[in-house]
């Protein structure tokens, strides 16, 4: 599918630049968002490098502050396009308890993996209803279960993922279709950025086995999106793990967690 328009927010690293060099050969202009512009300009030049005929707009934008929001969303309408897809990507995490969290961490993560989500899908939903286009939120795997030590994030990618789910039946017959990607872990900057003092990164024996590439997240994305599906699991296992969580009773989902490795630190005074 060729766009006239394509948006890619959390663009600077991770999935966000795997899903702009993706689709760079599909569109005549792409705006790169993310709040590190000397990041958004090195990828810019990459790409332009690869694709000539392509112009690469870079949007310097922090997700978590509403007024930088709204000078985005004014700055895309602005933009003379046609078909546009939008592909919601940025995110941030924060393991570790949430009587421990920094209240302004707490506010970024719901502003930045929800309300900038919502917001921005509704700011251009009357141009893509208008001119046609499609919606790529990016959830996870972890919107199928809740997290002990990731409480807030598991939260905030089941409330991508419900909210993906809804509005795709809203608009799945006017040309616009939306879809919900759930990838468990992959190799990004994503784990480094959301490590907070005090928390074992540790991995579980088992998590290794269910880690997925930025390229196989993506195209398997993108194959997903031109059927019209709701959700993108990356590969066979992750699509597994996922029925498995949502089929589990919650009585023993809840037995599973509750006895899970200890991943947060004792703190000083008894706080765990």
């Not at 000078?71 to 933009?79: A, I």
């Not at 597994?240 to 509750?258: E, I, K, N, T, Y």
């Amino acid at each position: 599918m060729e766009y006239e328009l394509i948006i890619v927010t959390g663009a600077s690293s991770g999935l966000g630049e795997g899903f702009a060099e993706a689709l760079a050969g599909r569109t005549r202009r792409m705006a790169l968002v993310a709040r590190r512009r000397e990041r958004l300009e090195a990828l810019a030049q990459r790409m332009q490098a690869v694709h000539p005929g392509v112009e690469f707009l870079c949007m310097p934008c922090d997700l978590s502050q509403p007024t930088e929001r709204e000078r985005l969303l004014e700055s895309l309408r602005e933009l003379a396009a046609g078909r546009t897809l939008l592909v919601n990507n940025a995110g941030l995490g924060d393991y570790g308890e949430l009587a421990t969290a920094a209240p302004d961490r707490i506010r970024q993560l719901m502003q930045v993996n929800m309300l900038a989500v919502v917001e921005l899908a509704h700011g251009l939903l009357p141009r893509l209803l208008q001119v046609g286009g499609d919606i790529i939120n990016i959830a996870s795997l972890a919107a199928d279960v809740f997290l002990p030590d990731f409480a807030l994030y598991a939260a905030s990618k089941a409330f991508v993922a419900s909210f993906s789910e809804g509005l795709r039946l809203e608009v799945f017959d006017r040309r616009v279709r939306v879809l919900a990607v759930c990838p468990g872990p992959v190799h990004t900057e994503f784990g480094a950025v959301a490590q907070r003092a005090g928390y074992d990164r540790g991995d579980a024996p088992f998590k290794s086995c269910f880690y997925t590439r930025v390229s196989e997240v993506v195209r398997s994305a993108l194959r997903a999106l031109e059927a019209g599906k709701a959700r993108a699991y990356p590969s066979v296992k992750v699509w597994v793990c996922g029925w498995l969580l949502r089929s589990l009773p919650l009585c023993l989902l809840r037995a599973m967690l509750a006895w899970r490795p200890r991943r947060v630190k004792a703190q000083p005074g008894g706080t765990a």
